[in-house]
């Protein structure tokens, strides 16, 4: 009996459900390398930590919190990245060609929180629900990370990425984000 077409059907089948499967079902696992402080490199995916936010600007930023997170990557990987297991007002699956993930170390730690923890990220309100809010807010007045070494640069980063787009807004009054605000 010949298998190959049998073989072929079954290949064919899998390979259309892979490319149309639904982000929802998304899981990234493996060594990452650190593109900058927020999103992972994976050997066929790019990874956009869901929720935090690492400094683009001024360089020296973005090259620390990148660096710091390779840092944690090789010490705690490999690295697990899924669909967000919590509630924000946007969390579409993909952005600038990544996927928008949750992503864990080896040891279940989440990386988001252990970025924001260390002072390297804020906590990206309309995509985390403000989940980071609280570890931010304790990362800033420890002066941790760049906290201590771009203060100016945190604080509006931080001030920013604290919005909420109008259509997110369910009528609570503002919070204050940061210490002395």
């Known amino acids: 009996m010949d298998y190959r077409l049998p073989l072929f059907g079954v290949v064919v089948v899998f390979a259309l459900v892979t490319l149309f499967m639904p982000e929802r079902y998304m899981t990234v696992t493996g060594t990452a390398y650190a593109i900058d402080g927020d999103t992972l490199a ?3 995916d790019r990874v956009r930590i869901v929720g935090i936010d690492a400094p683009d600007a001024p360089r020296e930023a ?3 919190s990148g660096t710091v997170l390779q840092g944690l990557v090789n010490d705690n990987g490999p690295i697990t990245c899924t669909k967000p297991k919590f509630e924000a007002c946007r969390n579409p699956a993909r952005s600038y060609s990544r996927h928008n993930l949750e992503c864990r170390f080896a040891t279940g730690d989440s990386v988001a929180l252990t970025m ?3 002072g390297y990220a804020v906590d990206y309100r309309a995509y985390s629900g403000g989940r980071y809010q609280a570890v931010m807010k304790q990362a800033a007045r420890a002066h941790r990370g760049l906290w201590r070494t771009d203060w ?3 604080v ?4 920013q990425r ?3 787009p109008e259509r997110c807004y369910n009528g609570a009054a503002s919070e204050h984000i940061l210490p002395g605000d």
């Open 62 to 64: 973005k090259e620390t």
């Open 162 to 164: 604290s919005q909420l």
């Open 152 to 154: 100016e640069h945190m």
């Open 156 to 159: 509006a980063l931080a001030k």
């Open 116 to 118: 924001v923890a260390a």
């Open 42 to 44: 994976f050997t066929d």
